[in-house]
Antibody
Framework: QVQLQESGPGLVKPSETLSLTCTVSGGSVSSGSYYWNWIRQPPGKGLEWIGYVYYSGSTNYNPSLKSRVSISLDTSKNQFSLKLSSVTAADTAVYYC????????????????????WGQGTLVTVSS | SSELTQDPAVSVALGQTVRITCQGDSLRSYYASWYQQKPGQAPVLVIYGKNNRPSGIPDRFSGSTSGNTASLTITGAQAEDEADYYCNSRDTSGNVVFGGGTQLTVL
């Protein structure tokens, strides 16, 4: 069973860069078993996929955020990270890290893209 | 279009059956997954693929797809099933998309 834990500042100033880290246990970010994702949820609103990184370093981002997002791996610490630049109040949200089983993603026609493991989430507020 | 549309709110009487739907063109090619989210908690996967339940999910939860519409059915809804439910899928570019969510009330 994979366990995920988000960490990072809970308050970020407008125009600055939001940085979060997800620490993984029970699995390795260096294996090809999972896609490592970030998802966010503004207060009182729905879920929004931000993007993923794969063990190879390949990434895929939500087109609406692509110009501001970077997701990367730190294999030495078994972590993956999110950077979101030029933040505004609209980026205030609970940020989750989550996994997709790679075999399912590669065979989405039969499995869809299920996020099976989730972190508990961390609230990031953008305010001066 | 890669959008997924859900009804904002649905209600069901205790012990009755409820269907929550998710519509989108991508569902003609890819299965939806379904998540239950209770206040202050992370979402929990309840259904994926054609009709697969992760370990620990009660068998009163089931999924189906017809054309561009995926459905989550709860047969014999319990008080603890009151929650927000989200669907998700992907588009041909590999981008993941979520529905807007359905708030389920158990009366």
């Amino acid at each position: 069973q994979v366990q995920l834990q988000e960490s990072g500042p809970g308050l970020v100033k407008p125009s600055e860069t939001l940085s979060l880290t997800c620490t993984v246990s029970g699995g390795s970010v260096s294996s090809g078993s999972y896609y490592w994702n970030w998802i966010r949820q503004p207060p009182g609103k729905g879920l929004e996929w931000i993007g993923y990184v794969y063990y190879s370093g390949s990434t895929n981002y939500n087109p609406s955020l692509k110009s501001r997002v970077s997701i990367s791996l730190d294999t030495s610490k078994n972590q993956f990270s999110l950077k979101l630049s030029s933040v505004t109040a609209a980026d205030t949200a609970v940020y989750y890290c989550a996994t997709i089983v790679a075999a399912f993603y590669h065979n989405s026609a039969n499995y869809g893209v299920p996020f099976d493991w989730w972190g508990q989430g961390t609230l990031v507020t953008v305010s001066s | 279009s890669s959008e997924l549309t859900q009804d904002p709110a649905v209600s069901v009487a205790l012990g009755q059956t409820v269907r929550i739907t998710c519509q989108g063109d991508s569902l003609r090619s890819y299965y939806a997954s379904w998540y239950q989210q209770k206040p202050g908690q992370a979402p929990v996967l309840v259904i994926y693929g054609k009709n697969n339940r992760p370990s620990g999910i009660p068998d009163r939860f089931s999924g189906s797809t017809s054309g561009n519409t995926a459905s989550l059915t709860i047969t014999g809804a319990q008080a603890e099933d009151e929650a927000d439910y989200y669907c998700n899928s992907r588009d041909t570019s590999g981008n993941v998309v979520f529905g807007g969510g359905t708030q389920l009330t158990v009366l």
